[in-house]
């Protein structure tokens, strides 16, 4: 399957802390992009990182890409309440973008 | 930025009737747009790509003539669930590609929530 895997399904942690996912695929990539959805909403494009990259920073957000272990990871440093949301990574082979199925990240106040 | 207006953001039909989605790109032409299913809280799966143009290409399983989808412009797909069943409810969600060099890079509606009674 070209779905991507995601590691955890749920997560929950104070804010302030940072969080981390993980996402694993099994197929050759042209890039790997990370969402976010707010519950009952569309999804919102975060970072795309291409597979000769290795590591990409946006903000408080820091994706790293390793092909040979077909893995990457999201980390939201610092994090706040308002990351509470559903976090997606889509793999982009040849054309399509295939969604997995999402780390449920919960920031407690 | 881009946006992407999907309509209705819910609708609550009876069984047997039709429903019809709109997804407009507001500032940018797409070529190119997508439509989503998502049941609760699973990931989304991909129903079809829709070409201006051209006909639209369904995924493997999604009945074409269940789930009609119209590119008729560079701004507008629509989706019409037609003869609509209770298992057809769910989260529908549209996407344009805005073709970042080469990256398919989505920009998302808000999604229609469709409750068949």
């Known amino acids: 399957s070209q779905q991507g895997e995601e590691d955890p399904q749920a997560l929950s942690i104070q804010e302030g802390e940072n969080a981390t996912m993980n996402c694993s695929y099994k197929?050759?990539?042209?890039?790997l992009q990370w969402y976010r959805q707010n519950s009952g909403r569309g999804l919102v494009h975060l970072i795309l990182?291409?597979?000769?990259?290795r590591e990409k920073h946006s903000g408080r957000l820091r994706v790293t890409l390793d092909t040979s272990k077909k893995s990457s990871s999201l980390l939201i440093t610092a994090s706040r309440a308002a990351d509470t949301a559903s976090y997606f990574c889509?793999?982009?082979?040849?054309?399509?973008?295939?969604f997995g199925q999402g780390t449920r990240l919960t920031i407690n106040p | 930025g881009a946006v992407v207006s999907q309509h209705p953001s819910w609708v609550i039909c009876k069984s047997g009737t039709s429903v019809k989605i709109e997804c407009r790109s507001l500032?940018?032409?797409?070529?190119?747009m997508f439509w989503y299913r998502q049941f609760p809280k699973q990931s989304l799966m991909l129903m079809a790509t829709s070409n201006e143009g051209s006909k639209a290409t369904y995924e493997q399983g999604v009945e074409k003539d269940k789930f009609l989808i119209n590119h008729a412009s560079l701004t507008l797909s629509t989706l019409t669930v037609t003869s609509a069943h209770p298992e057809d409810s769910s989260f529908y969600i549209c996407s344009a590609s805005r073709g970042l060099s080469g990256a398919n890079v989505l920009t998302f509606g808000a999604g229609s929530r469709l409750t068949v009674l």
């Open positions: 197929t050759s990539i042209n890039n």
């Open positions: 990182i291409r597979s000769n990259e």
């Open positions: 889509a793999i982009q082979g040849a054309q399509k973008l295939v």
């Open positions: 500032d940018f032409q797409a070529t190119t």
